[in-house]
């Protein structure tokens, strides 16, 4: 099975420009979480959908938002672009269906974003 | 709302020896708990689960094992070799929730 894509790999944007950033699940998945990676905050959860609706959401003003298609692709858009938003954005897909408790989550490569 | 630790933040190791490195989390009803590790620039590349249920995993040199009513998770890497040198990450999730991440523990082998 192939693993998760995301694609671009690496950005570079302007203060006040929005991105457009894609991931493709493993096949079969249909849970899809967002995530953003700073050096100084971590790996901090931006939001999670799961059959084309939004699960749970981070702590993550409205600049950022996300959708997911019916085939299970997802995308992340980052509007107004701010110094901080430079990250690695990672995305994760997962087996959960939701009747059970099981959970485990599988990485793409990530995109690197810098603003400048 | 959920925390977690990882200790120590840092560990540098000659190759062979074996190692253990910790978890912690605040609220122990959690589902699952995953161990990553992820190497400079990187993707994570998920190594162990364990559910609620389970108390310990293995794969190959790794063993996790998880203590909910402490609140805690170490993971066992027996025999250490330079290419296990990467960053360690814990995460947790409670039911139907996200999964929280740990601050990552950076590992060095010395060949």
């Known amino acids: 099975k192939a693993g998760v894509t995301q694609t671009p790999r690496y950005l570079i944007k302007t203060r006040g420009q929005q991105v457009t950033l894609s991931c493709s699940p493993i096949?079969?998945?249909?849970?899809v979480s967002w995530y953003q990676q700073t050096p100084g905050q971590g790996l901090q959860f931006l939001f999670e959908?799961?059959?084309?609706?939004?699960?749970n959401k981070g702590n993550f003003p409205g600049r950022f938002s996300g959708r997911q298609f019916s085939n299970s692709r997802s995308e992340m858009n980052v509007s107004t672009l701010e110094l901080g938003d430079s990250a690695l954005y990672l995305c994760?897909?997962?087996?959960?269906?939701?009747?059970?408790?099981?959970?485990?989550?599988?990485f793409g490569p990530g995109t690197r974003l810098t603003v400048l | 709302k959920q925390e977690v630790t990882q200790i120590p933040a840092a560990l540098s190791v000659p190759e062979g020896e074996n190692l253990v490195l910790n978890c912690s989390f605040t609220?122990?009803?959690?589902?699952?708990l995953q161990w990553f590790r992820q190497d400079p620039g990187k993707g994570l590349t998920s190594l162990l689960l364990?559910?609620?249920?389970?108390r310990e995993q293995t794969s190959g040199r790794l063993n996790a094992s998880l203590d909910k009513s402490s609140g805690r998770s170490t993971l066992y890497i027996a025999a250490s070799q330079p290419g296990d040198s990467a960053t360690y990450l814990c995460?947790?999730?409670?039911?139907?929730?996200?999964?929280?991440f740990g601050p990552g523990t950076r590992l060095s082998v010395l060949p």
């Open positions: 995460a947790v999730n409670n039911y139907g929730q996200n999964f929280v």
């Open positions: 364990i559910q609620s249920s389970q």
């Open positions: 959908y799961f059959s084309e609706t939004q699960r």
């Open positions: 096949s079969g998945h249909r849970s």
């Open positions: 994760a897909s997962s087996p959960r269906d939701y009747l059970s408790s099981y959970n485990e989550q599988f």
């Open positions: 609220d122990s009803a959690i589902y699952n």
